[in-house]
C-alpha cells in the first residue's frame, strides 16, 4: 500500500498525559500536512512541512501542540498535557512537490479520546 | 483570507435522484477549489477539483461540479444517487474546510 498511513489509529489517554502520533506520507510527497477534525467540523489546518521544514505553524492550537519531520519522511505530531477538548480526529495528508493545484492525499487519521 | 460555507448540514435524497450538495467560498487569491468524501472513520477521499481550467469538472464515482465565479459558487452534482453515496462530503478552499454535508440515501 502506496497511501499515507497513521498510527495509531486510536488512542485513549488521561488528561494530563502526552501523546504522540505518526505520519507516513506518500514516499514521493514533500509537503506534509497536519489537520485536526472536531465532530460535525470539517478539518481544521494546524501545520505542514516541506521536507524537514515546517513552514507554517501559526495555527497550532496552543504550545502545547509541536510537530517535526526530522528528515523529511514521516512526521509526528504531540500533544502535551492533554485536555478534555483535544479529544478529535487527527488527520494527516502528504502533496506530492510538483504541480501547483494543492492536491492533497489524506491518511486514515487518528482518533483521540481524553478522559 | 480563504472561506466555505457549505448550506445544509444534511441532505436526504432517494436513490436515483438527484444529488445536490452547495458550496459558496470567497477567496482573495484564484482559488483552488476541492470535493473531498469521507466515509465513517475513514480518512478524506479527493472527489474532484478545479484549478482554472474547464469550468464544469469531473470526478470520480459519477460527480461533477461546476464553478461559478460570479456566484462564487462550486457546487457537487451526481445525476443518479446511489446507496453506495451516503457519506459526508467537504468543500475545501486550499487548505480551508468547510462544515460538512452528511449525504443520506433513501432505498
Known amino acids: 500500500d502506496t497511501g499515507v498511513s497513521q498510527n495509531p489509529r486510536h488512542k485513549i489517554t488521561k488528561r494530563g498525559q502526552n501523546v504522540t502520533f505518526r505520519c507516513d506520507p506518500i514516499?514521493?510527497?514533500?509537503?506534509l500536512y497536519w489537520y485536526r477534525q472536531t465532530l460535525g467540523q470539517g478539518p481544521e489546518f494546524l501545520t505542514y512541512?516541506?521536507?524537514?521544514?515546517?513552514?507554517?505553524k501559526s495555527r497550532l492550537l496552543s504550545d502545547r501542540f509541536s510537530a517535526e519531520r526530522p528528515k523529511g519522511s514521516f512526521s509526528t505530531l504531540e500533544i502535551q498535557r492533554t485536555e478534555q477538548g483535544d479529544s478529535a480526529m487527527y488527520l494527516c495528508?502528504?502533496?506530492?512537490?510538483?504541480?501547483?493545484?494543492?492536491?492533497?492525499?489524506f491518511g486514515p487519521g487518528t482518533r483521540l479520546l481524553v478522559l | 483570507a480563504q472561506s466555505v460555507t457549505q448550506l445544509g448540514s444534511h441532505v436526504s435524497v432517494s436513490e436515483g435522484a438527484l444529488v445536490l450538495l452547495r458550496c459558496n467560498y470567497s477567496?482573495?487569491?484564484?482559488?483552488?477549489l476541492f470535493w473531498y468524501v469521507q466515509y465513517p472513520n475513514q480518512g478524506l477521499q479527493l472527489l474532484l477539483k478545479?484549478?482554472?481550467?474547464?469550468?464544469l469538472v469531473k470526478g470520480i464515482n459519477g460527480f461533477e461540479a461546476e464553478f461559478k465565479k460570479s456566484e462564487t459558487s462550486f457546487h457537487l452534482t451526481k445525476p443518479s444517487a446511489h446507496m453506495s453515496d451516503a457519506a459526508e462530503y467537504f468543500c475545501?478552499?486550499?487548505?480551508?474546510f468547510g462544515a460538512g454535508t452528511i449525504l443520506r440515501v433513501k432505498s
Open positions: 514516499s514521493e510527497h514533500n509537503r
Open positions: 512541512f516541506q521536507n524537514e521544514a515546517q513552514l507554517e
Open positions: 495528508a502528504s502533496r506530492d512537490k510538483g504541480g501547483t493545484t494543492e492536491t492533497q492525499y
Open positions: 475545501a478552499v486550499r487548505l480551508v
Open positions: 477567496s482573495s487569491v484564484p482559488p483552488y
Open positions: 478545479y484549478t482554472s481550467a474547464a469550468t
